[in-house]
């Protein structure tokens, strides 16, 4: 009895093991990497629609782990954010022409509900007959949007401006306690910094325009920070 016990403790175990192996977890997708449209680049692909929208086609390389996709696309002139859900990976989007964009994916595994973003690229899409594109909207890098600073002194300004040009001539800082801020405090800046004067305890808005070399002029979003 010992013995038939033991044997068909053993079956149990070996089939309680096999389960286990027929239903793995599955797996964390891996992170999308982007190929099309390019990073800081100008997007000449595209089927015309009129003359002032062309459709494009996104795409990013296949990754293990993951059986759905979700594309976003952020118009940086408007501000204005449109996300769609494949399988593929690719996804033709209809845009404005002659605008600035950002995007990136974010790939998805349905069985465990787990996902994993890829990198943000910029791109401009291009219009007929530019022969000069305006400068990306600088990104905001610190102070972050909603942060608090106990320190009134050495408030340091950081981005980071791109052109699909290479033709940044220079950035201008805006700064105030309301918003839109209209106070200029800095101008002609070739470094992507600038420290402030002493700040009173109060809550900030600040953006930065960004100036190339044919005179174009971009505003950044607008970010927010307090002073305590």
Same mark, same amino acid.
């Given at each position: 009895?010992?013995?038939?016990?033991?044997?068909?403790?053993?079956?149990?175990?070996?089939?309680? +093991?096999?389960?286990?192996?027929?239903?793995?977890?599955?797996?964390?997708?891996?992170?999308?990497?982007?190929?099309?449209?390019?990073?800081?680049?100008? +997007?000449?692909?595209?089927?015309?629609?009129?003359?002032?929208?062309?459709?494009?086609?996104?795409?990013? @390389?296949?990754?293990?782990?993951?059986?759905?996709?979700?594309?976003?696309?952020?118009?940086?002139?408007?501000?204005?954010?449109?996300?769609?859900?494949?399988?593929?990976?690719?996804?033709?989007?209809?845009?404005?022409?002659?605008?600035?964009?950002?995007?990136?994916?974010?790939?998805?595994?349905?069985?465990?509900?787990?996902?994993?973003? /890829?990198?943000?690229?910029?791109?401009?899409?291009?219009?007929?007959?530019?022969?000069?594109?305006?400068?990306?909207?600088? @990104?905001?890098?610190?102070?972050?949007?909603? /942060?608090?600073?106990?320190?009134?002194?050495?408030?340091?300004?950081?981005?980071?401006?791109?052109?699909?040009?290479?033709?940044?001539?220079?950035?201008?800082?805006?700064?105030?306690?309301?918003?839109?801020?209209?106070?200029?405090?800095?101008?002609?800046?070739?470094?992507?910094?600038?420290?402030?004067?002493?700040?009173? /305890?109060?809550?900030?808005?600040?953006?930065?325009?960004?100036?190339?070399?044919?005179?174009?002029?971009?505003?950044?979003?607008?970010? @927010?920070?307090?002073?305590?």
């Amino acid at each position: 009895m010992k013995k038939i016990a033991l044997i068909l403790g053993l079956v149990i175990i070996t089939l309680a +093991c096999n389960s286990k192996d027929d239903n793995p977890r599955p797996t964390k997708p891996e992170v999308a990497t982007l190929l099309f449209p390019e990073k800081d680049e100008t +997007c000449t692909q595209g089927v015309l629609i009129d003359q002032n929208r062309s459709s494009i086609t996104f795409e990013w @390389e296949p990754n293990k782990g993951a059986d759905n996709f979700t594309l976003t696309v952020r118009n940086l002139l408007s501000n204005r954010i449109e996300t769609y859900t494949t399988k593929e990976t690719f996804k033709e989007v209809v845009l404005s022409r002659n605008t600035p964009y950002s995007w990136f994916v974010i790939s998805i595994n349905t069985k465990s509900g787990d996902s994993t973003t /890829s990198n943000l690229w910029k791109f401009y899409n291009a219009g007929e007959g530019v022969v000069s594109y305006p400068p990306f909207p600088a @990104e905001l890098i610190n102070p972050k949007t909603g /942060s608090t600073s106990y320190n009134t002194t050495n408030i340091e300004l950081t981005w980071k401006g791109t052109d699909v040009d290479n033709d940044i001539k220079e950035y201008e800082v805006f700064l105030d306690s309301l918003s839109p801020p209209t106070k200029n405090v800095a101008v002609g800046l070739s470094d992507q910094t600038h420290t402030l004067a002493p700040l009173s /305890s109060n809550v900030y808005y600040w953006y930065v325009n960004t100036i190339d070399q044919s005179g174009n002029r971009t505003p950044s979003s607008i970010g @927010e920070f307090r002073i305590e």
